[in-house]
């Protein structure tokens, strides 16, 4: 027995002494040397060219950069909102340094995971988590969809009371969103906004899918809009947007791509489609994920509170691809470029959805109705 005891204690010295001669883990380092670990969980899937495409862009971004520092992976969660929670507390479990979430949708459930998992940094974006909970390890990204929209109401007001071939007599534009949602209702505040600075007596066609991923009825409800006599019509509905841009080609008439480049993304294989497309307004998401991980990595990024990304931080914007060149003359090209300068100097100040009166914002709806 006395034998066994000092086999045992001399084993037991051997393991303390190995485990201090570990070096301890920092609250920067992660458990491969160093490499940062990330990993992007879209609730819906990708292929939207859209909002959750730009995420996906955004960990290419990241990947590009930071190389063989940083490990990263988008995960597919569906439109299954009973898949969100289980994934997002697996991921939880593993070993992952950065989890990353969108949309309003996963708000509730990131709060609660968050909360029991403090050691994990989480970015949420185009949403804010509620910091009177703690969560001082969440980095909420919103964006100013508002002044970009602003543009391009701007843009569709002088399309269409110009003399473009496809515009005619009736002189509408059209807003087609996914869900009568305050982030989406913030894109249609900017729109007629910037609608009306041009023309005060702009109508706006506005439908609402009740969906982010039914193109199909998208398509059905953009052609109703068409058929009304809209001119151009702007899609703010995720994949489910991608309907209008199939009515704006069945029809002959304008569309307004949103979040990502879409003229660009349909120019290899649906070039007639593209060709229709007079600009998108984009939401940044890649850009802004690429600008959270710079800000990781620089030990500067401001987890336990929320930002909303602008022009000057290239979180929104407007493209000015070649469809946008050839399609949109010079002189309204100069008025877009005058009216988002006046925006980004505080000289056109953009009215927002957020904290809106419910009753004022059907008053601007009825108010905008052909």
Not at 35 to 56: E, R
Not at 98 to 116: R, Y
Not at 143 to 156: D, R, T
Not at 164 to 186: H, R, W
Request: hydrophobic content about 40%; some cysteine.
């Amino acid at each position: 027995m006395n034998k066994y005891l000092a086999f045992l204690f001399l084993a037991l010295i051997s393991v303390a002494m190995i485990l201090s001669g570990c070096p301890k883990k920092t609250d920067t380092e992660t458990e491969d040397d160093g490499v940062l670990k990330i990993v992007n969980l879209i609730n819906g899937t990708l292929g939207d060219k859209s909002f959750f495409d730009s995420s996906a862009v955004g960990m290419d971004l990241i990947k590009a950069k930071y190389g063989d520092a940083v490990v990263t992976k988008t995960i597919e969660m569906t439109f299954d909102q009973t898949n969100w929670e289980p994934t997002l507390l697996d991921m939880a479990d593993q070993d992952w340094d950065i989890i990353i979430v969108g949309t309003w949708q996963m708000t509730e459930i990131l709060q609660e995971v968050a909360k029991d998992n403090p050691d994990i940094k989480f970015i949420i974006y185009d949403t804010e988590v509620d910091y009177s909970l703690g969560l001082e390890n969440v980095y909420s990204i919103l964006y100013s969809q508002n002044e970009a929209s602003f543009v391009a109401g701007a843009m569709a007001a002088e399309i269409t009371k110009s003399n473009l071939p496809l515009t005619n007599p009736e002189k509408s534009i059209g807003f087609l969103g996914g869900m009568d949602i305050p982030v989406i209702n913030d894109f249609l505040v900017g729109y007629a906004e910037g609608a009306r600075y041009i023309d005060p007596d702009t109508k706006i066609a506005i439908s609402y899918i009740g969906s982010f991923e039914d193109s199909a009825k998208g398509k059905e409800m953009a052609l109703a809009q068409y058929n009304q006599g809209v001119d151009i019509g702007f899609n703010v509905a995720g994949q489910a947007g991608l309907g209008q841009l199939d009515a704006a080609k069945d029809m002959s008439r304008y569309a307004i791509g949103v979040d990502s480049d879409q003229a660009e993304l349909f120019a290899e294989k649906d070039r007639a489609t593209s060709e229709l497309v007079a600009t998108s307004v984009l939401k940044r998401v890649d850009r802004s994920l690429l600008r959270a991980i710079d800000m990781h990595m620089e030990g500067t990024a401001p987890y336990g509170s929320s930002e909303t990304l602008g022009f000057a931080e290239g979180g929104v914007g407007i493209a000015r691809n070649e469809f946008y060149m050839n399609l949109v003359p010079e002189d309204i090209r100069a008025v877009v470029d005058e009216v988002e300068t006046k925006i980004r100097d505080g000289e056109i100040e953009v009215g927002t959805a957020f904290g809106m009166d419910p009753a004022a914002l059907n008053e601007l709806r009825i108010s905008l109705s052909p």
